[in-house]
């Protein structure tokens, strides 16, 4: 069994910066990707940043040049580095692991609200 958990995020004012973090435990030999999604009021949920094994990266067009993914394999945790943040950034942010096996595990989800 794999548990996630999510720490980081709150309340920040437009421009300024949070960090987010997610830590994996439980039976874990390798994870193949990791990823941090967001869901706002009324939205679907949608990929922000998701980086591979390889350690290849891919952000949403929104949070280019502004957010960073990174992880730390030998803590099986992953990252992400928000930075010029903006009330559009507003919403429930998840962390999402993809196992070799296929299967798929989520993060509590942690708000973020950047007021304007």
């Known amino acids: 069994q794999v548990q996630l958990v999510q720490s980081g995020g709150g309340l920040v004012q437009a421009g300024g910066s949070l960090r987010l973090s997610c830590a994996a435990s439980?039976?874990?030999?390798?994870?193949?990707?990791m990823g941090w999604y967001r869901q706002a009021p009324g939205k679907q949920r949608e990929l922000v940043a998701g980086v591979t094994s390889l350690g290849i990266t891919n952000y949403a067009d929104s949070v280019k040049g502004r957010f960073t993914i990174s992880r730390d394999n030998a803590k099986n945790t992953v990252y992400l580095q928000m930075n010029s943040l903006k009330p559009d950034d507003t919403a429930v942010y998840y962390c999402n692991f993809v196992f070799p096996s296929g299967h798929v595990y989520w993060g509590q989800g942690t708000q973020v609200t950047v007021s304007s």
């Open positions: 439980g039976s874990i030999f390798s994870i193949y990707a």
